[in-house]
């Protein structure tokens, strides 16, 4: 008798348990969630004129460039600068002693002054009325002629003399910075020798020459022909220019000109670029990375580095949401990177959105809730969203697991008791 109340109790139990359990469920059904619609950052494509540069290597040259050498020959007396220092233009460089070239001189001047006697002892007489007295013979006519003759040589003579005793004076021909002497004072130098003595350089402004390849060059007159490109004027076309330790250069520069022909085999084409060096930085021969203008490229669309993947062919695709916020992934051409953007070629159209963040909680062909991005190009996506999402699904499925806990304990009850009895 006992035995089959304890059995009735067990029955009672077992029949409280799953009560509760077909609650639970019901009510866990009741209280999941519905499928939320993964929120992803959109940007949406603005067209956008902007101005086309490309980063080509070049190297500095002088504005101008003097070589001195001697016109005459001579010994080295004295050096009238310091290596190294700014020099004007007629300044005394050296001094090479002049004491045979002042004798030269002295002897010209000296037959200069005998042949205008020669020839003022010559000269035909005048009479009283000042009529000129024609020479009575033809040889008398004849020396006149060859004492004017002399005269003028001999004018000639001294004004080479003069010539040879100032070029003993060696002076700078341009205005500059003068660099190292390859000679020194007692030195021995000859006319039109090869060697220079030094050299004179004037670099401010400065010259920055660059190659562009005949490829660059192309792609930029067909950008022109087709419209999407226009020349830059001739008041924005500037040049920045990247030292060799990264820095860019203070001052911007201006193109001054490019070569008219490529040379053979090389397939590029030099351009010339003018900037201001007033503090000296820049010094001839030294490399640098030049930013040069191409040109405005008018409705550009640029999109964020980070929003274009790239498959496994490597074809280069973007996220589109369309107008229902379903998902494309869309293959798109890029042309070029513009600072940390790319531009697109083709594949997109003004006004269309991509995916700039959120990446790994969609994919092609499902619904999602786009958001305006806030977020600068570049800047990670914060998503304190995403991590309350996590935490209301946590949440959401708490109390089913409390239900089920509590039909098992009274059914662990009901089995004790029934073992009781």
Not at 194 to 210: E, F, K, N, R, W
Not at 391 to 402: C, D, I, K, L
Request: a neutral charge.
């Amino acid at each position: 008798m006992q035995n089959l109340e304890g059995l009735n109790v067990f029955a009672t139990y077992l029949t409280v348990a799953g009560v509760l359990c077909i609650t639970a469920a019901c009510r866990g059904q009741t209280e999941a969630p519905q499928t939320v619609r993964p929120e992803v950052d959109v940007m949406t494509l603005q067209p956008q004129s902007i101005m086309l540069t490309t980063e080509v290597p070049g190297h500095t040259s002088a504005f101008l460039q003097a070589e001195i050498r001697p016109q005459v020959s001579g010994t080295i007396l004295r050096r009238r600068f310091e290596e190294g220092t700014d020099v004007k233009a007629g300044q005394v460089l050296y001094q090479i002693d002049p004491l045979t070239y002042q004798v030269a001189f002295n002897s010209a001047k000296a037959g200069l002054s005998l042949a205008e006697a020669q020839a003022a002892r010559l000269r035909p007489q005048r009479s009283g009325d000042g009529r000129v007295i024609e020479p009575q013979d033809d040889d008398a006519d004849t020396e006149y002629k060859w004492a004017q003759a002399d005269v003028v040589a001999a004018r000639a003579a001294l004004q080479r003399a003069r010539i040879d005793l100032a070029a003993t004076r060696v002076t700078a021909p341009i205005s500059g910075r003068i660099g190292r002497s390859t000679v020194t004072v007692g030195d021995l130098v000859g006319a039109g020798q090869l060697t220079p003595l030094a050299t004179v350089l004037q670099i401010d402004p400065i010259y920055v020459d660059v190659t562009l390849s005949s490829t660059d060059i192309l792609h930029v007159m067909r950008g022109r022909a087709s419209g999407k490109q226009q020349d830059a004027t001739a008041a924005s076309a500037q040049v920045r220019l990247r030292l060799s330790d990264g820095v860019e250069y203070a001052y911007a520069g201006k193109l001054q000109f490019s070569e008219v022909s490529a040379p053979a085999g090389a397939g590029t084409v030099t351009l010339r670029a003018v900037f201001p060096n007033p503090k000296g930085e820049l010094l001839p021969n030294m490399s640098a990375r030049a930013q040069v203008q191409e040109g405005v490229r008018n409705g550009a669309l640029l999109v964020p580095q980070r929003s274009v993947t790239r498959d496994t062919t490597g074809q280069a695709t973007v996220l589109v949401v369309g107008s229902n916020n379903r998902v494309e992934l869309r293959p798109v051409t890029i042309e070029r990177m513009v600072e940390d953007q790319w531009l697109i070629g083709a594949g997109l159209q003004s006004g269309e959105r991509i995916v700039v963040d959120g990446f790994q909680r969609v994919r092609a062909g499902i619904t999602v809730t786009p958001v305006p991005s806030r977020a600068k190009p570049g800047q990670p996506e914060s998503a304190p969203s995403r991590a309350a999402n996590n935490q209301e699904t946590s949440q959401a499925q708490r109390p089913g697991v409390h239900t089920s806990q509590a039909a098992k304990e009274l059914s662990d009850a009901a089995l004790s008791g029934a073992s009781v009895q």
